[in-house]
């Protein structure tokens, strides 16, 4: 038995779904709030802003991998041909993930990348259902029709692609995908893919600083704001990865409805971005859909209680 199944194993099996399900609560909990250390640091690039992002993250995940008595694992994976080549995978489809975010929160377009994680969990259950063979009932196909309709309606009626909404959520999905299948534990993992990402991270910084264009170290505020994204980069996608091996890829998409409606709430009502009446409408389309797939999903367990 190899280290990660070890230690999952050493998990009692009738606490998977619980420890499952704290993981991944956290993880979208900490995400809905993201936006605003994102927008706080408002006189940062996007660029600038992922380079920090990761920089700051390599000494968090290390520090819980000592914890975890899980530094020896990293050797053996960097020896890993097949490993490597999926996390080197899912490194590249985080940053780009990271990158649109950071963008589009920036660039006052919270709602749109709150609408692409509201469509992220479809696109992740659709991945589950082609890819593991992971099986739904008529409720929980009635709930994504549902909300695929309403990302129909939003797009005719807006007359644009939603381009940022489709890049985050497809992007963060086979995210998702990616690490699933992939058997490295989650803090392990994250750290091997943040170090691949520093291979660029760290030479654009050094090259911002020699310039005198970079933002941190420039005032106390904006360094402190940059080394937050440390731990705000770190834990939750750690917590995010640690869920998802504990749970169906369909439980981890439904949850993640919860990240969206913090981050719309924010959005609208704090920093007063506009919002029609066919967002309205759509919005309230997909968080119907998100009742009906969570009543669908515990029928089986009231019915064996």
């Known amino acids: 038995m190899n280290n990660h199944n070890a230690e999952i194993a050493s998990i009692k099996p009738n606490n998977d779904t619980k420890n499952g399900l704290i993981f991944a609560l956290s993880a979208n909990v900490l995400w809905g709030f993201l936006p605003l250390l994102l927008k706080a640091i408002h006189d940062v690039s996007p660029i600038e802003l992922i380079a920090n992002r990761v920089i700051w993250s390599i000494p968090i995940a290390f520090v819980i991998l000592f914890f975890l008595k899980r530094t020896g694992d990293i050797l053996p994976t960097f020896k890993d041909r097949k490993k490597m080549l999926l996390l080197t995978a899912s490194a590249l489809i985080i940053t780009l993930n990271w990158g649109v975010y950071v963008w589009a929160v920036v660039s006052d377009h919270i709602v749109d990348a709150a609408l692409g994680y509201f469509i992220n969990p479809l696109v992740i259950v659709a991945l589950g259902g082609i890819f593991l063979g992971e099986r739904f009932q008529r409720l929980q196909l009635v709930a994504l029709g549902l909300a695929a309709v309403a990302v129909v309606l939003l797009t005719v009626m807006n007359g644009v692609?939603?381009?940022?909404?489709?890049?985050?959520?497809?992007?963060?999905?086979?995210?998702?995908?990616?690490?699933?299948?992939?058997?490295?534990?989650?803090?392990?993992?994250?750290?091997i893919e943040i170090l691949l990402i520093s291979v660029f991270a760290i030479p654009y910084l050094l090259w911002l600083s020699s310039t005198g264009d970079a933002v941190f170290g420039s005032t106390s505020r904006d360094t402190w704001l940059l080394l937050a994204c440390g731990p705000a980069t770190a834990l939750p996608l750690i917590l995010y990865a640690s869920g998802a091996k504990l749970l169906p890829l369909s439980t981890v998409g439904i949850l993640q409805y919860l990240t969206p409606s913090i981050q719309f709430l924010i959005g609208v009502f704090y920093f007063m971005e506009p919002f029609s009446k066919w967002q309205l409408i759509a919005f309230l389309m997909i968080w119907t859909s998100l009742a009906i797939y969570t009543y669908s999903m515990l029928q089986p367990r009231r019915a064996t209680s």
């Open 161 to 191: 692609f939603p381009w940022i909404s489709a890049v985050l959520a497809v992007s963060f999905a086979f995210y998702a995908l990616i690490r699933k299948q992939v058997d490295v534990g989650p803090a392990q993992g994250f750290f």
